[in-house]
């Protein structure tokens, strides 16, 4: 892995240096405002909440909060780049707040599909998967928000079902016949479960910025904001009531609580900002808790026997249905009441081509981006060492602080020292 | 549990919904401003904040962290209905980023609460509460503020002694004799302290947007910004100067590092944007810090073995004790000095008579309320499985990583293979 | 350790808080405004960012977020006086949201060099170290700003230089031949690796904060937070190529990904709101990358074994070598490019005695310092009790919870319980 990896990962950040050298330049019009705030909100999704929501599983936690934090800071960088060509001026790209809360959504739909994939993948495959994604994501979003004239503030169609979709596609392409019975290392640990609802919280607290962050003016943001606050906090209790509902004895899953507690923020997305009322969020977000917990409970499994589609982190629970929720809500709303942005009115014809349109290229833009990832050189990982991070890491020994007596002790009773 | 815990959760939320969708709307005319920043501060502290400070039980954590997030999403919208009833203008209650501030904030009683009885009840059992206690907090605020016109703008009196006395109430009531000698559960690992660090430091930093969130001028939020910052910063420097000479051979507590630094947050609540001056917060912060350490050393024991008071988070010390503080501070205050808001002259009889009435309507309301936790079908759990998450959660295995070879050794050598 | 500690750290807050009861006042200008939360951003990063970035060692944890939290919490109190002295109006110190700022950078300085000195110091030494850098740190940034009236916004040079050489200076002083050989306990765990990510993240995402919370002008503040963004962004992408490359069999390795990651933050600092372009903040960012992983992969070894300076953090590779880079940069933009900052034009030769004297002093207060740590009441432990938590808190069995049934499967084998 040494050179592909080393190589790849510095080709890649000289030519995107270069391409800033060329094309970027400050807008000089912009302060941090009260826009900042949204940014440092949305910052923290994508490295801590993205991350760490990833690190659920008992071996893999270094790959998941440090390959995250990869993918994110080239993400970031190809994604202001892809971004900025259709909206340049004058041969440059003019950067400032909004612009860089633009470059950390672009790397959302990278994350989302490195779910999908996530253990089964080499760094060097996440970061062509990276550059292709992002991408493909910038031209569709042109599509939907300037050529289709669709809304969709809180990307539940452009990031969620996108991202979902086109991780799908490559996980089904890259499928592996010998991960069919579940490998051994594709579980949690207490601990490791822990850390993941410090991703889980994040994203959930962070939520209404990430939906309202790039709302046209002052009164929708707080409509965006409002409404994903409640939709967040119905989503949660019907999750938490459908979880012990499905679970063994009535139990409470983390897989659960970790992921479709979030579905209320991914559905509400599309509509965030129109006047769908309080109560017209909560709505949304308990369908979407139902969508999700049933989506884990019995889709995933079928997915992965019948499909062949290996979804590690459940994201075509978290993002795929709910984006569509979201997405359909779109549609809905649109019809029933007159919606207007600076002149544009939005129609249900152009949201329903807007989300047909997503997951289309999402399918294809990710089956093929599964067919570049298959060159050998991207050092593709073997069935038993998936979801070990000591394949890419140094990884210390886990041992227990406390228990130089006890280990001692083993040493003199003739038990293995390395316990 | 499952069924009684499912229909309790749905039901209440269905009628939530119901609720909203006759009752509440936008508020239109607000904006994020330079608002919004300070409700994800609070935002933080009531999800990350409050839930990992009670993962230090080391096998309770997923129910710190998990229940504490079902609690605060279901309470927040009940507290905009509470609160917002009191406040509505025809008929209708309208939100907007202050309204979601003060949602956030009717669910810190209850999560205060909950420490108090943590690991003896269940996920139905503190729904239950959640919504009895959140309706009594309403009245007791608006008692408080618009009918006794008391200043408590960190709400050192109407959230944390409310939260507190409530919460040791509710556990009095519940009294478990089985629990008279230590549960072999309700000890802390390592790692599950180094969890309840996360909680403790996230609740530090953003106190200050706590104490400031609501005050009714920017240059009363500076004032209390300012002034929960030196508070807290003096608080714990006398913390950690407590700690070791209380403790066994001059050795810091984890317990008191965890709770007693964050006192001076509480006690300078209801004072923190009035005229204290920085040096007046620190003496407060200082106080704070001495009264929780020796509450934690000598009150706790005794609270437990001679009044029956099943304290599982020490809340009296972190919440009521110095709430208390933060309560007299702000008598002493305004006795000393005029402080006026708006036209209303705040009177030293008048915070007493706020602090009494606080205190008096939480112990009589957390008195009821655990009358009402003790309906059978809520599923209280037997004294043996209390601070196990187990009983409630899908619990992994608490395997080590990468231990595989000894591991396997064990299986080789005949022994029991689940180590 | 009992009365030593607790009867310094008394009785310096006592002097502290005489002295703001002397000399401290709010500034009632002042609101919170929209640069209020560039002071939380820093705030986390004082406390979370630095305190769980040096939790990666296995039996130091509570030490490394404790005492930091300690040092922080004090700092920040002594800096507002020593800061305040050279800023005061009337005899008078006036605080508000830049103060206190303020007042967390100059804790940094000593968090910076308790890295270096992580694990070989004690509680009460470091409270010395932190009365005393402070200081020193206030009249050099005075000298700096105001007599040389060089540009240093993101503080490369009067914090990170400053805090990595005073500590260098300091751990050189305290030089234990009897840690030569490195010490069984000076290594992390799976766990405590993963705690560390969680400072780095929150340091890496907030650094944008760091680098223009100070800025005098929006229009400087919206380039230091786009410079920052996109060096750390390239930095990463860099460390992650050369962890790969230097490791062994091409492997990341924690410590890089960790620290390195973060050098670009660093290193842009002096520039950080000069019109250098993202393209040339991304080659600053670069090139602390490359700086940061070959200083830890190379020198750190070597300083340890030939110039007896054991750096525990490796402070030197994320602070002192991207401090002087960030120093260098300033003198070369200030030659090539004309910045002036109110009639202030800030000059080569400036900048460069401001580089060479923040080392200087840095070095000589450092080194005096460390002498005075010796004084053999502040408690310093053996080498055995390095990087021992145990030494200092009372530390809670580690053990795994879920693990009843094999823990009575030993007690019946005859085996130690303790295990």
């Known amino acids: 892995m040494r050179f592909s990896f080393s190589i790849?990962?510095?080709?890649?950040e000289v030519i995107t240096i270069v391409l800033f050298g060329i094309f970027v330049e400050y807008d000089y019009r912009d302060t941090p405002g009260t826009l900042y705030p949204f940014?440092?909100?949305?910052?923290?999704?994508?490295?801590?909440?993205?991350?760490?929501?990833?690190?659920?599983?008992?071996?893999?936690?270094?790959?998941?909060?440090g390959i995250n934090m990869l993918i994110a800071a080239f993400g970031l960088q190809w994604g202001t780049l892809m971004q900025g060509f259709w909206h340049s001026k004058?041969?440059?790209?003019?950067?400032?707040?909004k612009s860089i809360i633009n470059a950390d959504f672009s790397t959302a739909t990278a994350l989302i599909s490195f779910g999908a994939v996530l253990g089964k993948t080499s760094p060097a495959q996440m970061l062509i998967?990276?550059?292709?994604?992002?991408?493909?994501?910038?031209?569709?979003?042109?599509?939907?928000?300037?050529?289709?004239?669709?809304?969709?503030?809180?990307?539940?169609?452009?990031?969620?079902?996108?991202?979902?979709?086109?991780?799908?596609?490559v996980t089904?392409?890259?499928y592996r016949p010998g991960l069919k019975n579940k490998h051994e290392n594709e579980e949690s640990t207490y601990d490791s479960d822990m850390f993941a609802m410090i991703g889980t919280l994040f994203l959930w607290l962070f939520w209404p910025s990430f939906n309202s962050a790039i709302a046209s003016a002052p009164s929708n943001?707080?409509?965006?904001?409002?409404?994903?606050?409640?939709?967040?906090?119905?989503?949660?209790?019907?999750?938490?009531?459908?979880?012990?509902?499905?679970?063994?004895?009535?139990?409470?899953?983390?897989?659960?609580?970790?992921?479709?507690?979030?579905a209320g923020g991914v559905a509400v997305g599309t509509c965030a900002d129109l006047s769908i009322h309080p109560f017209g969020a909560m709505c949304i977000g308990g369908i979407a808790g139902i969508i999700s917990v049933l989506g884990f409970h019995f889709l995933t499994p079928i997915l992965a026997s019948k499909l062949n589609i290996q979804d590690t982190c459940g994201v075509h629970n978290l993002h795929g249905?709910?984006?569509?929720?979201?997405?359909?809500?779109g549609i809905i709303v649109t019809a029933i009441k007159e919606e207007k942005r600076q002149d544009v009115l939005f129609t249900p014809g152009m949201q329903a081509a807007a989300l047909g349109s997503t997951i289309g290229i999402a399918l294809v833009g990710g089956a093929l981006t599964g067919g570049v990832l298959k060159l050998p050189f991207l050092g593709q990982t073997s069935d038993q060492n998936c979801f070990d991070d000591s394949v890419y890491w140094e990884v210390p020994e886990k041992e227990n602080p406390h228990e130089i007596h006890s280990n001692k002790y083993e040493e003199h009773s003739g038990l293995d020292a390395t316990m």
Do not use: W
């Open 8 to 12: 790849v990962a510095l080709v890649l």
């Open 221 to 262: 943001q707080i409509k965006a904001i409002v409404n994903t606050y409640y939709s967040l906090a119905a989503c949660t209790v019907v999750t938490f009531a459908l979880s012990s509902l499905v679970g063994q004895r009535g139990k409470f899953s983390m897989v659960l609580i970790q992921n479709a507690t979030l």
């Open 39 to 65: 940014f440092q909100d949305v910052h923290v999704m994508i490295f801590v909440g993205f991350g760490f929501l990833m690190t659920f599983l008992k071996k893999y936690g270094f790959s998941s909060v």
């Open 129 to 169: 998967m990276t550059i292709l994604e992002v991408t493909i994501f910038a031209c569709n979003e042109h599509l939907v928000t300037e050529i289709l004239q669709a809304t969709d503030v809180g990307a539940s169609m452009t990031i969620h079902a996108f991202g979902a979709y086109f991780g799908l596609a």
């Open 90 to 97: 004058g041969g440059k790209i003019h950067v400032g707040v």
């Open 321 to 329: 249905l709910p984006g569509i929720l979201g997405g359909i809500a």
């Open 172 to 174: 089904l392409v890259l």
